[in-house]
């Protein structure tokens, strides 16, 4: 015994000297929120992307301000107010351009003279001309709608900032805005875009990873006292699953590896992930220190009997997290990774760690209760009995929930939303939804036409015409208010040649085109004309905005738009392709269940492998598998039959849910294979096994089930789904471990038995059980 308290002070000493050099790595950790993160990095669509914005801009680099004023905007004071404001705007080192019709001019040519003139849209200084430049500006299509709104109740400031800010200049750049907006005294106000929303994202994240941290504390150890009912109790099991918590966080620290949206359950998952396996260990360790055994014997005895179990368990979970690796999405490629990581820290310490603690402390009193007067064995008795007793029932009753899970399962559908995580009560998500209803939408819209025709250039003629049908369609039939692009240009050079007139912002003649062509390539100074036909003449860009509409309904809209071109358009001589963050976003999210589906196939493949490999018996390999698949087909009729979607944060509770439920098929496994080893007869070993084994497990899935719904106190809306389905996935998985696998069991596990079912309720009350039962 002195050689093992001297060996577990060794590792004590070391695992602490590892926690120290963590715990100075934690200081280290970031946080991160990109989306476009989310976007498949092997995907012909992102590289597309890329090289769309090299040839024109990109799509996500705006702040967009809209300012009210009650009444009408056309009101001296606030004009010249937002002028002023505008100009201070403009003087932002991270700002490249602003703008505001305070600021921006029109263009005519008078019929008397050859020269254009330009006169500001807005006259700020003559209120006399508010009411001409009002329905002047509302006839303009490229200006209603998005530069002002319909009811000329609010201005729209759109501010261009330097490309690809880091979280710091977000921060340094909404934190000018908000000051801006103090200091002109605006009260009636709605501002959104990356800048915006970055910083509140990862203020969001940072708050909830130290909220579900400090939750997850309170709730081991209110668990631990109820169990242990001692100071030991909490201290030593809390010792590991805070260490296992440290390693991974301080490694990710260590290695530069920030926090992502996803990552922010982090902390939840390793708390009661690990404190499976230690219950696990502490209970068997309990269970032979009330036999009588000394403390060194209940160890290995424990570790013999359950290590192996915990092992496995601990592979299947961290399979069940690797399986994400088939998604092609980086945070959650990291997201799989990293708990995978936590797992099996948490099975090494529950290795080292809590072995030297058990040996080098005094085990609390609570292990002088006999098993019988445990509190679970009449309501484990109590279950078995019904079981045994009931068995055609329950497998009538768990026919019919897979029969009406499959047809709830059936109804799943998989929109998406770009805010869809945020609750509706959020202002940043109010904000959007402001916009999409008043003004344009802050949706990216972006598609990409080339000339397939060889020498053929965009300015040519026939080509022009193709486009002017096209952005017909897509303002007429598709659905945009207005596209800006070289066709939005040569109408409104139309226009001006036209003395302004709206009746003639049409698409000109090919004399005419040719000539404002010609014009704007010689005179235009601001690169209006790059940011819609490349250098090549080779690309043309069509951009806009449209709302938040959802998957189904841009799908729906791309088809109509497909078939338009395949049957109207010259596709010899033009071609397309929608790009911009939010189409390769809607790209992902649309092969998202496909992706899961394999992982998820794939997970229940490798498990299948490794314990038919383990067991070496085909019947073993469907007993286990068969409880933990019906579970994840009953998680997905919730989905059809609630009509919450099918979307990144709800598709990876299938593959996470079934690494974790399998867990407590492996141990009653385990615990049956032990006990037949021993020359037990199948029955008496099957009792054995569900009043031991069955305790545990519902410790497990208690904790389990607490812990994920933590996770409804986040903000997000992924987050909360995670917490509330898994919660529900482990639940249906523990009732199918305590009444549907004991059936199975005895359908399919015995071979020379010919006992009729009938009999089987009857062994529980055998005298001499109960004898095996009071010497247990």
């Known amino acids: 015994m002195v050689r ?70 056309f009101e001296q004071d606030f004009l010249e107010k937002t002028s002023r404001f505008v100009d201070s705007l403009a003087a932002d080192s991270l700002v490249e351009s602003v703008q505001s019709l305070t600021h921006m001019d029109d263009y005519i040519k008078a019929s008397f003279s050859p020269k254009i003139f330009k006169r500001p849209y807005i006259n700020i200084a003559d ?13 303009r299509p490229e200006l209603a709608g998005l530069m002002i709104r319909d009811d000329a109740q609010a201005l729209m400031i759109v501010i261009k900032h330097t490309p690809y800010l880091s979280k710091a200049d977000c921060d340094v750049l909404k934190g000018s805005i908000d000051d801006l907006l103090a200091d002109f005294e605006y009260v009636d106000y709605k501002y959104a875009g990356r800048a ?12 909830e990873t130290i909220l579900f941290i400090g939750l997850s504390f309170v709730l081991i150890m209110i668990f631990l006292i109820f169990m242990f ?53 502490v209970t068997k360790y309990f269970d032979e220190l009330r036999l009588g055994k000394d403390k060194l014997t209940a160890v290995k005895v424990a570790y013999r009997e359950i290590g192996f179990a915990t092992l496995l368990t601990s592979i299947t979970t961290a399979i069940g997290f690797l399986t994400l690796l088939t998604v092609g999405m980086k945070p959650i490629h990291d997201f799989g990774i990293y708990i995978a990581l936590g797992v099996m820290v948490a099975f090494f310490l529950a290795y080292t760690m809590l072995p030297a603690m058990l040996i080098l402390t005094k085990p609390p009193k609570i292990v002088e209760t006999s098993f019988i007067k445990n509190t679970w064995y009449p309501v484990l008795h109590g279950s078995l009995r019904w079981v045994f007793a009931n068995y055609k029932k329950v497998v009538v009753i768990f026919i019919a929930v897979l029969a009406l899970s499959i047809f709830g399962a059936t109804k799943v559908e998989s929109n998406y939303f770009l805010l869809e995580d945020l609750k509706e009560t959020s202002q940043l998500r109010q904000d959007y939804k402001y916009f999409d209803e008043e003004f344009m939408g802050l949706r990216p819209f972006e598609m990409s036409v080339k000339v397939e025709k060889e020498a053929a250039s965009i300015y040519d003629y026939e080509v022009l015409a193709q486009l002017n049908k096209l952005d017909s369609f897509l303002v007429n039939d598709y659905g945009l208010k207005q596209a800006a692009s070289i066709v939005q240009i040569l109408k409104i050079a139309n226009r001006t040649e036209h003395a302004g007139n709206a009746d003639y912002y049409t698409f000109p003649d090919e004399k005419d085109a040719n000539s404002y062509i010609k014009r704007f390539e010689k005179y235009d100074k601001t690169g209006m004309l790059r940011l819609f036909v490349d250098s090549t003449q080779q690309y043309a860009r ?65 498990v299948s492998l490794i314990m038919g490999f383990l067991y070496r018996s085909v019947k073993i390999v469907l007993i286990a598998i068969i409880p933990n698949v019906l579970p994840l087909v009953m998680l997905a009729a919730i989905l059809g039959f609630t009509g919450i979607q099918l979307k990144v944060s709800t598709a990876i509770i299938f593959t996470i849910s079934f690494g974790i439920a399998v867990d407590d098929t492996i141990h009653f496994m385990s615990k049956l294979k032990l006990e037949l080893n021993k020359g037990k007869p199948f029955l008496y070993a099957l009792k054995r096994t569900y009043l031991s084994t069955g305790r545990a497990i519902i410790l497990t899935t208690l904790i389990l089930c607490s812990g994920f719904l933590l996770l409804m106190f986040s903000d997000f809306m992924g987050t909360f789904y995670v917490g509330l389905l898994i919660s529900c996935t482990l ?46």
């Open 4 to 73: 093992f308290k001297k060996i577990s002070r060794i590792v004590l000493i070391t695992l602490s000297l590892v926690s120290a050099f963590f715990l100075y790595h934690v200081q280290n950790i970031g946080f991160d929120y990109d989306f476009e993160a989310f976007f498949a990095e092997d995907d012909p669509a992102t590289e597309f992307l890329a090289e769309h914005r090299q040839r024109f801009e990109t799509d996500n680099d705006f702040v967009f301000i809209a300012l009210e004023n009650q009444g009408s905007v």
């Open 542 to 606: 069509f951009s806009s905005t449209l709302g938040d509409i959802g998957l189904y309904a841009v799908n729906e809209k791309t088809e109509r738009f497909e078939k338009f071109f395949e049957s109207e358009m010259n596709t010899e001589l033009l071609s397309y392709e929608f790009t911009g963050t939010g189409h390769v976003l809607d790209r992902n999210m649309s092969s998202l269940a496909s992706n899961l589906t394999r992982g998820l196939l794939l997970a229940v493949l490798i």
């Open 731 to 776: 639940l249906f998985a523990l009732v199918a471990d305590l009444f549907f696998l004991p059936v199975l069991l005895m359908i399919f596990y015995r071979k020379n038995d010919q006992v009729k079912m009938k009999k089987k309720a009857r062994v529980i009350e055998d005298p001499q059980a109960k004898q095996d039962q009071a010497t247990s």
């Open 229 to 281: 009912r001692s100071i030991w109790g909490v201290l030593v099991p809390l010792a590991i699953v805070s260490t296992s918590m440290l390693w991974i966080v301080g490694f990710m620290g260590s290695i530069g590896q920030p926090i992502n949206l996803v990552l922010t359950v982090l902390p939840s998952i390793i708390f009661v992930v690990a404190m499976s396996d230690v219950i696990h260990l």
């Open 196 to 207: 915006i929303g970055l910083g509140f994202y990862i203020e969001a994240m940072q708050y």
């Open 127 to 139: 209120p006399s001309q508010y009411s001409a430049d009002s329905t002047r500006i509302l006839q």
